[in-house]
Nanobody, 116 residues
């Protein structure tokens, strides 16, 4: 059974940092490009950052470039998102998943709230 378990969210002031972690299971971790997705209430989920099977990274949102860093640990089968200099517009529910969403399931996500 495929599962994505996200953690590390919370309430942080603007300019602060958070590190999100995800421990997927139920599939061959090393075969998939993985990503962090974000959903803001009333909007569709958007891909925030991705990491390929060889560790190549991509940040489609220009707003997070230079502030967010995605990484994966194939030995521990985890994927992380380091978020620095957080801004209010970074708030949302964060999910990890594959880039292509071929596994057709979502975890519960972890809430990030950036507010003073």
């Amino acid at each position: 059974q495929v599962q994505f378990v996200e953690s590390g969210g919370g309430l942080v002031q603007p300019g602060g940092s958070l590190r999100l972690s995800c421990a997927p299971s139920g599939f061959t971790f090393t075969r998939y490009a993985l990503a962090w997705w974000r959903q803001v209430s009333g909007k569709e989920r958007e891909l925030v950052a991705s990491v390929g099977t060889f560790g190549d990274t991509n940040y489609p949102l220009s707003s997070v470039k230079g502030r967010f860093t995605i990484s994966r640990d194939n030995a521990k089968k985890t994927v992380s998102l380091q978020m620095n200099n957080l801004k209010s517009e970074d708030s949302g529910m964060y999910y990890c998943n594959t880039v292509r969403l071929e596994l057709k399931t979502w975890g519960q996500g972890t809430q990030v709230t950036v507010s003073s």
